[in-house]
C-alpha cells in the first residue's frame, strides 16, 4: 500500500525558516511535490521535482523556497525560508506513480502557521 507521510509542520515567525519533509513508501514515483491551501482558498501548486531533480516552482515561492528528493528514501523536502503570513496554509505532500497508469497520492496534510 502506497502511503505519503508529512512531517516538519508547525509555528514560524515571519522571516524564519522552516522545512517539511514527506516520506512515500509502497512505491516508485515519478515526481513528487507540495500543494497547499489556505484558510477560504483552492489548493494550489507550492513545488514539484521529478526523480532526475528537475524543479518548478509557482511565482509566489520563487527566490524563497527550495524543493530536493532523495530517490534512494522516496522522501521529498520543501526548505521555506523567509515565510510570511501568507504562507500559513495546510500543505499536502503528492506523488505521480506513471505505471501501470497514472495515479496521484496525497499525504494527510500538515499545518503551517506564519505568525509573531
Known amino acids: 500500500q502506497v502511503q505519503l507521510v508529512e512531517s516538519g509542520g508547525g509555528l514560524v515567525q515571519p522571516g524564519g525558516s522552516l522545512r517539511l519533509s514527506c516520506a512515500g513508501s509502497?512505491?516508485?514515483?515519478?515526481?513528487m511535490g507540495w500543494y497547499r491551501q489556505p484558510p477560504g482558498k483552492h489548493r494550489g501548486l507550492v513545488a514539484t521535482?521529478?526523480?532526475?531533480?528537475?524543479?518548478t516552482y509557482h511565482d509566489s515561492v520563487k527566490g524563497r523556497f527550495t524543493i530536493s528528493i532523495d530517490n534512494a528514501k522516496n522522501t521529498v523536502y520543501l526548505q521555506m525560508n523567509n515565510v510570511t503570513p501568507e504562507d500559513t496554509a495546510v500543505y499536502y505532500c503528492h506523488a505521480v506513480r506513471n505505471f501501470p497508469r497514472r495515479f496521484d497520492y496525497w499525504g494527510q496534510g500538515t499545518q503551517v502557521t506564519v505568525s509573531s
Open positions: 509502497g512505491s516508485t514515483f515519478s515526481a
Open positions: 521535482i521529478d526523480s532526475g531533480g528537475s524543479p
